[in-house]
């Protein structure tokens, strides 16, 4: 398996996290004392006007991306560490979530956040979840 990993330190990022082949491997993203708004996620690929051939070469890296939860066993694996705070503004799906002390996953001013794994409700508090996390923003 291949794996990504990416440690952010001291940031503000605005925009999605997606990992559209995640049958590959595991995705880890640590985040230290970052503000994070967007989604995190598992996601499908695909190519808008049909798979590349030799005469439309161009079209190779011209894909979309879809939100979606997998059914790998790798995937998305997200660790807040403290002064951290994810708001995530839409539907995210991941198989391991940590939360330190200090770190947060909130939703958008006015809205809420539903939290399951494997359809189960979950509490988000400082620990680790693994499984079929779906983070729904309400």
Excluded: R
């Excluded at 066993?73 to 705070?85: A, D, K, N």
């Amino acid at each position: 398996h291949d794996e990504v990993e990416a440690d952010f330190h001291n940031c503000t990022l605005k925009g999605d996290f997606i990992d559209s082949m995640s049958e590959k491997g595991d995705c880890k993203l640590t985040f230290d004392a970052c503000q994070i708004e967007g989604a995190i996620s598992t996601g499908v690929v695909y190519h808008p006007q049909g798979e590349p051939v030799e005469s439309k070469w161009w079209l190779i890296g011209s894909v979309e991306h879809t939100l979606a939860p997998n059914d790998n066993e790798t995937g998305i694996q997200v660790t807040l560490q403290g002064g951290s705070q994810w708001t995530v503004t839409k539907t995210s799906c991941m198989n391991a979530l940590t939360i330190e002390e200090g770190a947060a996953v909130v939703a958008p001013a006015g809205k809420s956040l539903t939290v399951t794994n494997y359809g189960e409700p979950v509490e988000l508090k400082p620990g680790t979840y693994t499984g079929k996390l779906l983070l729904t923003v309400n």
